[in-house]
C-alpha cells in the first residue's frame, strides 16, 4: 500500500477534484487552504436553497460540526442526504461529540445518512460509539487508543464508514483492514484546525481514491508528514500553520517516502 | 494615468476610508487584514438591526456573495439599496455566479441597485452577463478572455457599473476605457480569497477616488503587485499570504513603479 | 504584583482552561490559535440549544459583539445569565459600541448580567459608559485616556467589572486599583483581531487567577509583551500575525521580565 498513496497524492493534484464543504466557522480559510494547496478545488456553501445543487456539482462532501446551530444542522443533514442519494462519498467531522446532547443527536442523524468516512480524535470516536452503537464490549481496554479502535470497530460495523482516530498515531479502521500513521508533531495540537484540515483533505481524496481505507490513510500520511516537516522549520504555532500550507504544496515523493512512518495490517 | 495609480494608493493610506464590509466567512480576516495593511478602516457588519447605520457611517461598502443565506441575502440587499440611495460607492464581488440558481437570483437583485463597481473572474462575469443582459455578441471570440470582455461590456451597458475580470491580466472595462494590469503570480491561485481581497482593496480605493475606473486599476495593480513581490519571497501559498500582506503595507512607490506591468486603451 | 505576573502565565500553562468563546467570525481563528498559544483550550460555540451545557463545562466566557446578529445576541445573553448564575468569570469585547443603536441596546443588556471584565479601547469605553452610567464627571479632561479612564470607573462603579482601555498604553481600572501596561508596538494597529486576541487571553487569566484586576493585568502585559517582541521581528502585519502567535507559545519569563514595562498604582 505504501507505493499507492504517493500515486493517490499526484492523482488528488492531477484531477482537482471540487469538494463542497460545509464546516465550522474557525477553520474555514485554513481548510480552504489545505484544500487548494494538495491542489483540490473547494467550496464552501450552506445556504438550503443551493445545497442540493451544490452537492450536485462537486465530487465529494465534508461536514464539521464545529460551530453547528439549528439552521446549519438541516443544512448538513440535507447535504449528507443529498450526497448518500447521489452515491458522492462524505465524511463527517464529529467536533465535539459527547460534550452537549446537541451535538450528540446531530451526530446520530448524520451517522443515519451513512459517511463514507468518520474522523475524529479519540473521545470524539468513543463518545459517538457509545452514543450510536449497541455492541457491548467483551475485552477490557487499558489503553485509550484501545478503546478507541474497539469503538471505530464498532462504527465500522453498525454504518459501514471507514473511521479514523487521530492522535500521536492516525488510526484507520475499516473491516479487519488497519493502518497507523505515525507522522505529526505535538506542536500541530496548538494551531487550530488541524483536524478539521486532515478532516478536509480526507474529502479531496476519497473524491478521486477507489479504495476509501487507502484514500483515508493516504490523506492521513500527507497530513502528518507536511505537519512533521513544517514543525522542524517553526518557531511555534504561528509559524507552523504557514509552513505547513507551504508543505502540503511543495511535499515531493522523496520527503514523502523519506519520512513516511506507516504500519499496514 | 501610470501616475496617478501611486497617488491614488498615497490617498487610501491619507484619508484612510471606513469600508463597510458584507463577506464571506472563508476570506473576512484576510480581507480585513488586507485593508488594515493598504491603510484603510474595515467593519464588517450583516445585523438587519444595523445595516442602514453601518452605510451611512462607512464612505464605500463591499458586497461578496461567497457563502451566502437568506439571511445574508437581505443584508447584503439592504446595504446595496441603502449605498445606493446615499449615493456611497458599492462594489459587488459575485463569487460562484452560475453555480446555482440561488446565486444567480441573488446576483440578479443585487445587480438591479447598480453596483458602482463588479469583479469576477471570467467564468463569473460571463454567466453574470449571460443571466442579465440581453446583448447578444455578434462576433465570434475564440480566447475565453474576449468572451469575458464582451460579458464586461454588455454588463457596463446595462447597468453602468465598471466592470472588472480578474485572472491571469486583470482587465477593466468602463465605456470605451479599457486597462490591462498583467502583474500577480500563478502561486495566487492557491491561496483562498485573493480575488475577494482584491474586491476589498477596490472598496478602499472606490471611497477615495473620483474616477472609479482608475480607482479599480489602481487596486488591481496594487493587488496584483504586493502578490508579484510576494510570491518571489514564498515556499508556497502559506508564506505568500504572509509576504503579501507585508508588502501590501510596505510597498514603495519605487517597487510599484518599476515593477508595473500596465496598458491602458 | 509584577512577580505574580509571570506565575499567572504558568497558571494558564499548567490548568489549561476550557473558555468558551462567542466571538466575531473575523477574529475566530485568531483567537483560538492566541488561547491555544498561551496554553488554554477554546471552545466556540453559539447553539441557543446548547449553550447552557457549554458555559456548564467551561471555566470562562469571552462575549464578543463584532458581527453580532439577532440570533448571536441571543446566544451572547443566554450564555452571560447562565455564566452569572454558575458564579464563571466571564469578559465582553464591546466591538464598536456607540456605532449603532443595536450594539448599543445589545451592550446594555450584556452589562445587566454583570460581567467580570470589559475590555475596549477608549472611544468603545466612554461610549459605553455615556449609554450606560448616570455618573457625570465633574472635571474637565483635556487628553482622551483620562476621559476614558473617567469612562471606565463610572463603568466599574454601575456594574462591578474590571475595566480595561486598550491603546498604546493598556490601563486596568478596579476600584481604587489601576495598573498601566506600556508594552506594544504601532504596528499592532495594522492587523485584525488583536484587541479581540486580548480580550480571549483575558478569559482565559481570569478562568484561572482569583484576582481578577492581576488577572487582566497579566493578559493584557502578555499579549503587548509578545506583541512588541513579534513586530521586532515582522516586516509588515502578515509576519506581525505569525510571529505574534508563536511569542505567545514561547515567550520566557526572562524575556517577560526584561521588557515589561508596568506601572501599578
Redesign the interface.
Known sequence: MEHNLWNHVLQVRAQSPLVHNIT???????T??AL??VGAS?????????ID??VG?CQSLVVNI??????WVKAMLQASTKAAELKKPFVIDPV?AG?????NDTLSKLLATRPTVIRGNASEIMALAKQNTATTKGVDSTAESDEAIGAAIDLHRQFGAVVCISGQTDIVVSGDRRSYVKNGSGLM?????LGCSATALIGAFIAVVDDKFEAVTAAMALMGLAGELASKQ??????L??????????ITEEEFSAHLQLVVK
Not at 42 to 50: F, N, R, T
Not at 189 to 193: L, R
Request: net charge negative.
Open positions: 465550522n466557522y474557525v477553520v474555514m480559510n485554513n480552504a487552504n487548494l494547496a473547494p467550496i464552501m456553501a450552506h445556504a438550503h436553497a443551493e445543487e451544490m456539482i464545529g460551530t453547528l446551530d439549528e439552521y465535539g460534550a452537549t446532547s446537541f451535538r495540537t496548538k494551531v487550530t484546525g517553526a518557531a511555534g504555532p504561528g509559524s500553520q504557514m509552513h505547513l500550507l507551504d508543505k502540503l504544496y511543495n
